[in-house]
């Protein structure tokens, strides 16, 4: 089911869930011409609990028998559905929000390892389902519960993943020019040509299984990484606005508000005014009243 567009709250909170729901295939979904493969603006979790299938992201292909878990990513081209007559059946949520990105950046949330095998788990199931009843709730809780609904369940995703898994020669090249980014961050921008005449291959290679792998360019992973430093210090410090603008490498205190905006829809003045504004104690002292009045029904 698509839900309406979540609160404020559910927004600041960092993780918004767009849809969630259960769903079956009878028969083989046919495979597609990969320019018409289906590509999101968010991130999606789609989880087999019987029948299985395959998995088409990109260059990739995986076998996703019941019990697999898999993620969808922004802006990465992908394909999916059962494998035979047998069919399937799958839960899913669609969502996205500054946790889910902030996931992506740290590596939990990654392209390069988007199946989980927790198997067919039924307090994971349930957690599921709890959260579909939620969402047919009119609650005025719901919006947030949701959203820790989702936390829960990629939590335990995450703790189900199979770290062992094995590394292409593309994926250890990502985590190296990604690594290479962040001891870069306070600098005017990433030297990937450089980077890629130290370990003695193209630039236009380097740049292009880049793109292919985490779905962004090196300029735009560069910057988002900047981005995610600057609302951190937004958040957490008092720093003067055009002192973190100019340590994060922006130099022009209006290219750094122009950029941030871009990233998350607010210039860094209204994001740290829109924190403050929900960390405020009359803020809480309002959802306290509401939630009195909500008891009284």
């Known amino acids: 089911m698509r839900l309406p567009l979540q609160d404020q709250l559910a927004t600041r909170m960092g993780l918004r869930v767009l849809a969630i729901g259960?769903?079956?295939?009878?028969?083989?979904?046919?495979?597609?011409?990969?320019?018409?493969?289906?590509?999101?603006?968010?991130?999606a979790v789609v989880?087999?609990?019987?029948?299985?299938?395959?998995?088409?992201?990109a260059d990739d292909v995986f076998d996703v028998p019941a019990g697999s878990a898999f993620f969808l990513f922004p802006d990465i081209p992908h394909h999916y559905g059962p494998a035979d007559d047998a069919?399937?059946?799958?839960?899913?949520?669609?969502?996205?929000?500054?946790?889910?990105?902030?996931?992506?950046?740290?590596g939990l949330l990654t392209p390069q390892a988007p199946v989980v095998r927790p198997g067919v788990?039924?307090?994971?199931?349930?957690?599921?389902?709890?959260?579909?009843?939620?969402?047919k709730s009119s609650d005025a809780t719901t919006d947030v519960e949701l959203s820790a609904a989702l936390f829960a369940v990629l939590a335990e995703l995450f703790r189900c993943r199979r770290i062992a898994q094995p590394r292409t020669r593309k994926q250890e090249l990502c985590e190296q020019i990604e690594l290479a980014m962040k001891s870069a961050l306070t600098e005017s921008f990433f030297?990937?040509?450089g980077f890629a005449a130290e370990q003695r291959i193209s630039y236009s290679y380097a740049r292009r299984v880049f793109k292919e792998t985490t779905g962004y360019t090196p300029v735009q992973f560069f910057t988002r990484a900047k981005i995610q430093l600057a609302r951190d210090a937004l958040a957490g410090t008092g720093e003067n606005i055009g002192r973190i603008g100019r340590r994060l490498g922006f130099g022009d205190s209006h290219y750094f508000s122009r950029t941030f905006r871009k990233f998350t829809g607010l210039s860094p003045k209204e994001y740290r005014q829109s924190l403050s504004h929900w960390q405020s104690d009359a803020y809480w002292q309002n959802c306290g009243t509401a939630a009195n009045k909500t008891d009284r029904r």
Not at 33 to 41: A, D, M, Y
Not at 121 to 135: D, F, G, K, S
């Open 47 to 57: 989880y087999v609990v019987a029948g299985g299938g395959v998995f088409h992201q």
């Open 191 to 193: 030297d990937l040509k």
């Open 22 to 43: 259960k769903g079956s295939a009878i028969a083989p979904i046919p495979l597609k011409p990969r320019p018409q493969w289906r590509r999101l603006k968010c991130y």
């Open 87 to 106: 069919g399937w059946t799958e839960l899913f949520f669609v969502f996205d929000g500054a946790i889910a990105d902030r996931f992506r950046d740290q």
């Open 121 to 135: 788990n039924p307090e994971l199931i349930e957690l599921w389902q709890h959260t579909v009843r939620c969402a």
